[in-house]
């Protein structure tokens, strides 16, 4: 079974301050992994896939297969930032269906 | 393009009231998703379906029917609403073509049962 953990429900930064959202994962094989991100009342939308090794709005994240992890990382928060962010997982094996974490409301004040 | 469109956007229903929800996509996708958004729960799958004229159990189906006989079209319904289905009902889709499979979502639907 696989499965995706956010441990932080919640996330409040200052601008200019870094921000991390913590994701874990169980999947013992090769999973793609994904961050959406879903603005206020918006539907989600693609942030950064693991495979690409992007940064998109400032926003990284890397793989660690050993502490399976795809943690993701901004080193200066901005107001815009704040929304909705889900990891999540899926495998060609298993038809592409994503598996979510619970998700993490980020806050970013002035 | 317009992506992955929803109908309704909003719908209040009484419990035992049945409706259907539409997702569209002109993507030429083969893959569909119907999820459901729950505070603190994430989205969780309800249906999906890998082609035309073929549909599959997800995570939480019970309590819904889903039919998808045009590749374009997926669509989701509730044959006797409960409370416990009040939700955001998200569709997605992906394919051939899409990087990673990654999944293209729709705006949403907010359901709300009495």
């Known amino acids: 079974a696989q499965r995706v953990t956010q441990p932080e429900k919640l996330l409040s930064v200052f601008k200019g301050a870094p921000v991390e959202l913590k994701c874990n994962y169980s999947?013992?094989?090769?999973?793609?992994l994904f961050w959406y991100v879903q603005y206020s009342r918006q539907r989600l939308q693609l942030l950064l896939r693991?495979?690409s090794r992007e940064s998109i709005k400032g926003f990284t994240a890397d793989l660690n297969k050993g502490e399976t992890s795809f943690h993701l990382k901004k080193p200066f928060a901005q107001e815009e930032d704040s929304a909705m962010y889900y990891c999540?997982?899926?495998?060609?094996?298993?038809?592409?269906?994503?598996?979510f974490g619970a998700g993490t409301t980020v806050t970013v004040r002035a | 393009n317009a992506g992955v469109t929803q109908t309704p956007k909003f719908r209040v229903l009484k419990t035992g009231q049945s409706m259907t929800l539409l997702c569209a996509q002109d993507?030429?996708?083969?893959?569909m998703y119907w999820y459901r958004q729950d505070p603190g729960m994430g989205l969780r799958l309800i249906h999906y379906?890998?082609?035309?004229?073929?549909?599959a159990k997800g995570e939480v189906p019970d309590g819904y029917n889903v039919s998808r006989l045009k590749k374009q079209n997926f669509l989701l319904g509730l044959e006797s609403a409960a409370p416990s289905q009040t939700s955001v009902y998200f569709c997605?889709?992906?394919?051939?073509?899409?990087?990673?499979?990654?999944?293209?979502f729709g705006p949403g639907t907010r359901l709300t049962v009495t």
């Open positions: 993507m030429n996708h083969e893959y």
């Open positions: 999540a997982l899926s495998r060609r094996s298993n038809d592409y269906k994503l598996s």
């Open positions: 379906s890998v082609g035309e004229g073929t549909t």
């Open positions: 999947y013992s094989g090769s999973p793609e």
């Open positions: 693991h495979i």
């Open positions: 997605a889709s992906t394919g051939q073509g899409v990087p990673t499979y990654e999944q293209y």
